[in-house]
């Protein structure tokens, strides 16, 4: 039977308790152990498809078509383990699913309360589809404390008697302030943290500190004493270097085996951590360094393009480089003399996926120096759809070329879809639908044409990729585009779709309709950031 390790934060939030949950997972999976990781968000949105990316952060998509919190990216990216739809839950949803219940009058009469029928949801949540499992790490969102989390935390504690007494954990992620004028660490935040949280009758078994000075042994014991924990079991968390060499350091102050010593797991077998060294290795000893511009819109904030940028680093890795990303705002390059001061510099340039018209010029202003200057190119999602405008305005005539995403237009190169092909049959949408949960959402596959640069790339001619868009290049330009130097390189299996477009007369250009940044593994590199990466570093050798 699976064993459960709920993980809570406190103090305050952004202490990185995905990475933490994905890490702890990555050391359980390096003993041997089957892992998944599953993240509670105490919000009332549905899913996190609606929020703004200067909000949230980005939106990971699963395989499966869920639109989840950039957390899961984490826990995919530490554990190769995809994640699911299952393996992310809101608020927002479990009531969504209560009120449909409760109309359908599924209640019998009852009053729908908090408790049982919310807390039992969240339960039901924790539980699905486990059986096959050694660990399932279930991560809460937010801070103790914040009204929104109550029926979680009372969830966690009933779940704590309900299941055996050596089939759960309590972690508690919390801060260990330093306060520079005392030069010292301050254990008061945690101790009060912790009080919060027993309030709510869930006694912490271990607790993560996270500090930027070593945690001195009389501090630690004072936070045990006061915490009501083992001394071994107060772990500090110093800041890492990169987000890579955490499970390591992790291991080194011995929270995997304080872990399973509280589960009473004495057998464990000693971890295998040798990828873990080698991408380690691979990120501290770059041979050498590459500078990418990536044209986007919310450059402001770098958790709105999470993946893209672990995907940069794999990359990176990939050619034992050093990756310097470059975040450009693309409302900047509407002026054509300050763009070329910003790209000329680069060793490539990537327009990320987005949404709506705004800085669209200054990226289809990025992707026309690109194909000018043969500079390596790489677009994705919104990305492509702009190599497309670009290449229709300035190379195949089509001067008021656009997307239907701006506005009403007479060329539209790139327009809504509303039925397309999955698995199950025709989807049908609707212009004037919802906006949540109605893109086309998850993997799809896509054929490759044999000869085409993207083949060699990914050295096949059958792919699974996800998606996340409403707009597509629209197929009844593919000629004119054609005759304008794209390729159609990639299409749907049911050839209406086109997936990829690349320019045969440069050394690297292509644009794809998915988002290859989703399944990049630092294990696994993603082959079109590779390449990329690697066209990168041969561009860096001839400026
Ligand atoms: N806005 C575009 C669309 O909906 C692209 C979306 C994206 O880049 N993820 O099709």
Not at 78 to 96: E, H, L, P
Not at 118 to 143: M, N, P, R, S, Y
Not at 175 to 192: D, F, M, R, S
């Amino acid at each position: 039977m699976a064993r459960f390790i709920f993980i809570t934060g406190g103090v305050v939030s952004s202490l990185g308790k995905g990475l933490m949950a994905a890490s702890l997972a990555a050391l359980l999976q390096s003993r041997g152990y089957r892992v998944r990781i599953r993240k509670f968000d105490p919000y009332l949105n549905v899913d996190p498809g609606t929020m703004s990316p200067y909000q949230h952060g980005e939106v990971y998509v699963t395989d499966d078509g869920a639109e989840t919190d950039l957390d899961l990216g984490h826990y995919e990216r530490f554990t190769g383990v995809s994640a699911k739809q299952s393996d992310n839950i809101t608020s927002g949803r479990i009531y969504q699913n209560i009120i449909q219940k409760e109309r359908r009058g599924d209640y019998l009469g009852a009053t729908v309360q908090v408790i049982p029928h919310v807390t039992d949801a969240i339960k039901e949540f924790a539980l699905a589809d486990t059986d096959d499992l050694d660990f399932v790490l279930c991560e809460i969102g937010g801070t103790v404390g914040d009204i929104e989390s109550l029926p979680f935390m009372e969830a966690i504690r009933q779940l704590r008697n309900d299941l055996e007494p050596e089939q759960t954990l309590s972690i508690h992620v919390t801060l260990v302030p330093y306060i520079a004028a005392a030069g010292e660490l301050k254990t008061k935040p945690t101790q009060h943290s912790v009080r919060e949280l027993t309030s709510l009758g869930i006694q912490p078994d271990l607790l993560l500190c996270r500090c930027e000075h070593p945690l001195p042994e009389t501090e630690r014991a004072k936070i045990a004493a006061f915490c009501n924990v083992r001394k071994q079991a107060v772990i500090q968390a110093l800041d890492a270097e990169s987000i890579y060499a955490v499970p390591l350091q992790y291991h080194g102050e011995g929270l995997d085996n304080e872990v399973l010593r509280a589960f009473g797991i004495d057998d464990a077998k000693e971890p295998e951590l040798s990828r873990w060294d080698d991408i380690v290795d691979r990120y501290n000893n770059p041979e050498g360094e590459v500078t990418i511009g990536v044209v986007g819109k919310y450059v402001g904030l770098q958790d709105a393009y999470k993946s893209l940028h672990e995907a940069l680093v794999h990359g990176g890795m990939a050619n034992r480089v050093k990756v310097n990303i470059k975040w450009l705002d693309a409302e900047v390059f509407e002026n054509e003399e300050e763009l070329a001061e910003d790209l000329e510099p680069l060793h490539a340039i990537l327009v990320p996926g987005g949404f709506g018209e705004r800085g669209s010029e200054g990226k289809i202003s990025s992707v026309k120096f690109a194909r000018e200057h043969n500079v390596p190119f790489f677009g994705i999602c919104l990305g492509m759809q702009m190599a497309c405008v670009e290449g229709a305005r300035n190379v195949a005539g089509i001067a008021s070329a656009s997307t239907t995403e701006f506005g009403d237009t007479k060329e539209p190169i790139v327009g809504m879809i509303t039925e397309w092909m999955t698995k199950e049959g025709l989807e049908k949408r609707g212009a004037d639908g919802d906006l949540g949960g109605t893109m086309r959402l998850g993997a799809y596959e896509a054929r490759l044409a044999a000869n085409s640069h993207v083949a060699a790339v990914y050295d096949d001619v059958k792919i699974s990729e996800r998606h996340r868009h409403r707009y597509e290049v629209n197929s009844n330009y593919i000629e004119k585009l054609e005759q304008g130097g794209l390729l159609f390189s990639g299409m749907s299996p049911d050839g209406a779709l086109p997936e990829i477009v690349e320019r045969p007369d440069h050394p690297w250009f292509i644009g794809v309709q998915f988002h290859p940044e989703l399944k990049s593994r630092p294990f696994d590199p993603h082959p079109l950031f590779a390449s990329f990466i690697k066209a990168a570093l041969d561009q860096s050798r001839l400026v």
